[in-house]
């Protein structure tokens, strides 16, 4: 206004339709802010009966023998204070005695008030003319451009393309519409909110987001994309909203259909993709090791969609399921190992998902074929697990199900390590005046460097301790590993000669095809 502008236009204010009303989705600070400015320059500086009422008129709506109710609502505990100032000319006195409050205000109203004051504060010092112009500045030339589009979906995406939400995840989004979406009375709101926060505080915010991605696949039956997972998520609890049955047997409260989703989905998978994959280093049955292992695989870029049937088998109760879990674990072994086709994998894992939820008798027929067992055992044999960063995924994988197996055969407890390492006997790199050097040749070095049978896990710290060492200075670092494979490398071979790495070679394959009956 002082540089002589003859219109300002405010950013853009997103709604939504909701029956007869609108909901913002963004724009709520510019609104407030705007409704505090006008109540504070009617409640200051402006006088006579025609400008408050002229105000007024632009705050609240009714009267003529009908309700008057603002303009521009906000959430319950919010609109309290709210609707006082704006409906009630002269609201300083009330403002003033919240602040001189003891008990500390809730952060979006400690907000409304102090601004509301400041704002008072500023306009009556000002010099009347200014304020006269200021007030017709705002009527005449403020403009707001205001957006509705047909869908949130559409109205989300609106903001994301403003360069708003960059920072809001998935999760996020999920639960602003199962809350406030899926739940009317504001108490409930407040109440899911905080189990919400407590869940994610329990499980990790992580694994609550990854376990409701799972899910929203799950139900789909569709892979959700990156770029779609927001919309996926919201299409998920669409369709559980949309067959929403109220089944509550507490009479204390009735359960509304973004409680009841909280309760029966959110909470339950999320616990049960925790629980299916950290173990606090207890002694693992064989359905643990199988979780664990389909958890394991499911960070490989080719058999990461396995973990949809493996936590839809958590959610139904299928934890002790034998012929299920030994089902998945084999169709996690096969997908890490022999590079199945994204399309291939997603509809084998949709037909595990029905079969889990229909109770049939098809998983025998979702098992491996006997061409399939063939390509693993092929795969386990010739590949170089150790030469890339997801072979060294997979193979790690499968060595830690097989030294759990052996250690559970002991009663002994899994190996909980922040991190494990894939260790070459036979370093990758030896120096030129290593004994490696003499015991190899080149041709067996390229052979037998990044085969499983050269291959062991080992903790990262023994791991850049252990180096380039030979074999005899190498071997008694092997021999403190808790891993049994690792461990019993140091019992049984006192050199480490071509001969001695296919004798384990062999041996690791005969005890995967055991670990995988294949």
Same mark, same amino acid.
Request: glycine share 6%; net charge neutral.
């Given at each position: 206004?002082?540089r002589?502008?003859?219109?300002?236009?405010l950013?853009?204010?997103?709604?939504?339709?909701?029956?007869?009303t609108?909901q913002?989705?963004?724009?709520?600070?510019r609104?407030v802010?705007?409704c505090?400015?006008?109540a504070?320059?009617?409640?200051?500086?402006?006088?006579?009966?025609?400008?408050?009422?002229e105000?007024?008129?632009? %705050?609240v709506?009714?009267?003529?023998?009908?309700?008057?109710?603002?303009?521009?609502?906000?959430?319950?505990?919010?609109?309290?204070?709210?609707?006082?100032?704006?409906?009630?000319?002269?609201?300083?006195?009330?403002?003033q005695?919240l602040?001189?409050? *003891?008990?500390?205000?809730?952060a979006?109203?400690?907000?409304?008030?102090?601004?509301?004051?400041?704002?008072?504060?500023l306009?009556?010092?000002r010099d009347?003319?200014?304020i006269?112009?200021?007030?017709?500045?705002?009527?005449d030339h403020?403009? %707001?451009?205001i957006?509705?589009?047909?869908?949130t979906?559409?109205?989300?995406?609106?903001?994301m393309?403003?360069?708003?939400?960059?920072?809001?995840?998935?999760?996020?989004?999920? *639960?602003?519409?199962?809350?406030?979406?899926?739940?009317?009375?504001?108490?409930?709101?407040?109440?899911?909110?905080?189990?919400?926060?407590?869940?994610e505080e329990?499980?990790?915010?992580?694994i609550?987001?990854?376990?409701?991605?799972?899910?929203?696949?799950?139900e789909?039956?569709?892979?959700?994309?990156?770029d779609?997972?927001?919309?996926?998520?919201?299409?998920?609890?669409?369709?559980?909203?949309?067959?929403?049955?109220?089944?509550?047997?507490?009479?204390?409260?009735v359960?509304?259909?973004?409680?009841?989703?909280?309760?029966?989905?959110v909470?339950?998978?999320?616990?049960?993709?925790?629980?299916?994959?950290?173990?606090q280093?207890?002694?693992?049955?064989?359905?643990?090791?199988?979780?664990?292992?389909?958890?394991?695989?499911?960070?490989i870029?080719?058999? *990461?969609?396995?973990?949809? +049937?493996?936590?839809?088998?958590?959610r139904?109760?299928?934890?002790?399921?034998?012929?299920?879990?030994?089902? $998945?674990?084999?169709n996690?072994?096969?997908?890490?190992?022999?590079?199945?086709?994204?399309?291939?994998?997603?509809?084998?894992?949709?037909?595990?998902?029905?079969?889990i939820?229909?109770?049939?008798?098809?998983?025998?027929?979702?098992d491996?074929?006997?061409?399939e067992?063939?390509?693993?055992?092929?795969?386990?044999?010739?590949?170089?697990?150790?030469?890339?960063?997801?072979k060294?995924k997979?193979?790690k994988?499968?060595?830690?199900?097989?030294?759990?197996?052996?250690? +559970?055969?002991?009663?002994?407890?899994?190996v909980q390590?922040?991190?494990?390492?894939?260790e070459h006997?036979?370093?990758?790199?030896p120096?030129s005046?290593?004994?490696?050097?003499?015991?190899?040749?080149?041709?067996?070095?390229?052979?037998?460097?990044?085969?499983?049978?050269?291959?062991?896990l080992?903790?990262?710290?023994?791991?850049?301790?252990?180096?380039?060492?030979?074999?005899? *200075?190498?071997?008694?670092?092997?021999?403190?590993?808790?891993?049994p494979?690792?461990?019993q490398?140091?019992?049984?071979f006192?050199?480490?000669?071509?001969?001695?790495?296919?004798?384990q070679h062999?041996?690791?394959l005969?005890?995967a095809?055991?670990?995988?009956? $294949?």
């Amino acid at each position: 206004m002082e540089r002589g502008q003859t219109g300002y236009e405010l950013p853009q204010i997103i709604l939504t339709r909701e029956g007869n009303t609108h909901q913002v989705v963004d724009g709520q600070q510019r609104l407030v802010t705007l409704c505090l400015l006008y109540a504070a320059l009617r409640d200051t500086v402006l006088n006579g009966k025609d400008s408050i009422t002229e105000v007024q008129q632009r %705050l609240v709506i009714g009267g003529y023998n009908k309700p008057e109710v603002n303009r521009f609502l906000l959430r319950k505990s919010e609109n309290e204070v709210f609707d006082r100032i704006l409906s009630e000319p002269g609201s300083q006195d009330y403002v003033q005695s919240l602040l001189k409050k *003891k008990t500390k205000l809730p952060a979006p109203i400690s907000s409304m008030v102090t601004n509301y004051s400041k704002l008072c504060s500023l306009l009556k010092d000002r010099d009347r003319d200014l304020i006269d112009n200021l007030y017709a500045f705002l009527n005449d030339h403020v403009y %707001l451009i205001i957006t509705i589009p047909e869908s949130t979906r559409i109205a989300r995406r609106l903001c994301m393309s403003q360069g708003k939400g960059k920072n809001t995840e998935p999760i996020d989004e999920l *639960k602003g519409m199962v809350i406030f979406g899926g739940i009317e009375e504001e108490d409930m709101q407040n109440k899911c909110l905080e189990q919400w926060h407590q869940l994610e505080e329990s499980v990790g915010r992580p694994i609550l987001n990854d376990a409701c991605l799972l899910m929203a696949q799950a139900e789909l039956k569709e892979r959700v994309k990156r770029d779609e997972e927001t919309d996926k998520l919201e299409d998920f609890w669409k369709r559980y909203s949309k067959n929403f049955n109220n089944q509550s047997q507490d009479n204390e409260e009735v359960m509304q259909p973004g409680m009841q989703f909280f309760r029966e989905v959110v909470e339950p998978g999320a616990k049960a993709l925790r629980d299916g994959t950290i173990y606090q280093g207890q002694i693992l049955g064989s359905a643990d090791q199988s979780l664990r292992f389909i958890h394991d695989a499911a960070t490989i870029s080719t058999a *990461k969609e396995i973990e949809i +049937a493996g936590l839809h088998a958590l959610r139904y109760g299928k934890r002790y399921d034998k012929a299920l879990l030994h089902t $998945l674990e084999r169709n996690a072994l096969l997908f890490a190992t022999t590079g199945v086709k994204l399309r291939e994998r997603c509809d084998r894992v949709f037909k595990l998902v029905d079969a889990i939820e229909h109770g049939t008798n098809e998983i025998s027929r979702l098992d491996l074929t006997p061409e399939e067992v063939d390509l693993i055992v092929t795969s386990l044999d010739e590949t170089l697990w150790g030469a890339t960063g997801p072979k060294k995924k997979s193979v790690k994988a499968i060595l830690q199900l097989m030294n759990a197996k052996i250690l +559970a055969e002991k009663s002994q407890a899994a190996v909980q390590a922040p991190k494990i390492d894939i260790e070459h006997i036979l370093p990758q790199k030896p120096h030129s005046n290593s004994t490696w050097k003499v015991d190899w040749t080149t041709e067996e070095l390229a052979d037998w460097t990044h085969r499983l049978g050269n291959l062991c896990l080992l903790n990262p710290t023994r791991n850049s301790a252990v180096g380039n060492y030979n074999f005899v *200075k190498k071997s008694p670092l092997l021999g403190d590993m808790p891993y049994p494979l690792t461990s019993q490398i140091a019992i049984n071979f006192k050199t480490w000669t071509p001969a001695d790495v296919e004798r384990q070679h062999d041996h690791l394959l005969s005890l995967a095809k055991r670990t995988f009956s $294949l």
